[in-house]
């Protein structure tokens, strides 16, 4: 090994708990250690802990605090909404029908493909991004008809970074619902988006919103699902009473209080967090663009978040150029972390016109506020002296 130094650009995948989180979380994990169901004194502390969450995350998502439901995650999150939909409405209708983008989150995709496609009464759409990484929001339009029940757009992509017009579409949607008895719902896995992006659900248009900690330099398991009062799912966790009866499990009091220092920090600084983030893609892109050698961007250069890059190096696999990397102590994906197991090329570049050897050449690379301008300037470097040797032993040159 030739580790020099440790440089963490995977923060798609995950970002490292903020210190303030890590504090706050100690406080209920040795001290308030209670139950927040417990009747006594110190569960109730606990569920205060719990309720004041859910204040500070209603203020990031400008939602009211008793339409934020907190689960293990954006997994469990996203299953609830197409499950739990289908679930409420199965016997209402005759047909129902659910509009996806091809490349939503394995969480969405995997959820429409082995769950609601077995059901005998359920039809589903998936609308395609442009060259850009852009579901449009006329074809979302084009995609609904008189069955519709769900659209599910996530508001940033989590492998290529690219930014949807959720608020386009809940425009759309809210003037064909004007017309419509059954309602059109909006569904929007906004897990990669909260550091940067407004969440402003009302702006939005959405009826659902899904946020995971874990992303926004919080603790793991736990996130939440925003759903729009008087819209009604069936629970997918049944048990206890928790969530309004919505959402069963004991309720994870330290996960949930880091939670919401997390969402205080982005509440604090979000500006500050932009533009370090820009700042340190300008700096990738000069650097890049001087010293490595055929390369492209995969995915819309500006409607993108301004911590991910995705690029894809002719000549070359991803996977090889992880592992170099690793050596040197430095942390990229080949993409979505969540799909890291499967070796064929990416359904994400695959679903904007990337050529299968030229997915399978692609690295992600994401950035946070711990990144500094060192980090880049040897990233780069050991990048372009790996490709320069990996290339020189290709049997594709």
Not at 243 to 270: C, H, M, S, W
Not at 326 to 342: K, L, P, R, V
Not at 373 to 391: A, T
Request: with cysteine; aromatic share 8%.
């Amino acid at each position: 090994m030739n580790k020099q130094k440790y440089v963490y650009l995977d923060h798609a995948a995950t970002t490292p708990p903020a210190p303030q989180v890590v504090e706050e979380m100690n406080k209920y994990l040795f001290e308030n250690y209670a139950n927040a169901n417990s009747l006594h004194s110190r569960g109730q502390a606990a569920k205060d802990v719990v309720e004041k969450a859910r204040t500070t995350i209603a203020d990031l998502l400008n939602s009211k605090a008793k339409e934020l439901f907190f689960t293990s995650g954006a997994t469990e999150s996203n299953n609830w909404v197409l499950k739990g939909l289908f679930e409420q409405l199965k016997k209402s209708k005759e047909k129902l029908h659910f509009v996806i983008s091809t490349f939503e989150h394995p969480a969405v995709k995997e959820v429409a493909h082995k769950f609601l496609v077995e059901q005998d009464n359920v039809e589903i759409t998936y609308v395609d991004p442009d060259e850009n990484g852009i579901v449009s929001a006329e074809k979302i339009k084009a995609a609904v008809n008189e069955n519709t029940v769900l659209v599910s757009l996530m508001y940033a992509n989590n492998e290529i970074g690219t930014i949807q017009p959720i608020a386009e579409v809940g425009e759309i949607l809210k003037n064909l619902n004007e017309n419509r008895q059954n309602k059109i719902l909006f569904h929007t896995d906004a897990t990669q988006a909260a550091v940067y992006l407004d969440l402003d659900v009302n702006k939005l248009g959405v009826d659902f919103l899904t946020l995971s900690a874990h992303k926004i330099y919080g603790p793991k398991g736990v996130g939440l699902l925003y759903f729009r009062e008087g819209v009604k799912i069936k629970p997918l966790l049944l048990g206890g009473h928790q969530e309004d009866g919505k959402r069963a499990g004991t309720y994870n009091v330290p996960a949930i209080a880091g939670f919401a220092k997390a969402v205080e920090i982005i509440l604090e600084q979000q500006d500050q967090d932009i533009e370090h983030a820009l700042l340190i893609k300008n700096l990738l892109l000069k650097e890049l663009k001087a010293k490595l050698k055929d390369f492209v961007i995969n995915g819309d250069l500006e409607k993108r978040l301004m911590n991910n890059l995705n690029i894809s190096i002719n000549k070359v696999e991803g996977e090889s150029v992880l592992f170099h990397l690793d050596d040197y102590g430095i942390a990229i994906s080949t993409g979505s972390a969540c799909a890291s197991g499967d070796l064929g090329p990416s359904p994400v570049l695959a679903a904007i016109g990337v050529k299968a050897e030229d997915s399978h050449g692609s690295i992600r690379i994401t950035w946070g506020r711990d990144t500094n301008k060192e980090d880049i300037i040897f990233f780069v470097d050991k990048l372009v002296d790996i490709v320069e040797k990996l290339r020189k032993m290709s049997p594709l040159k």
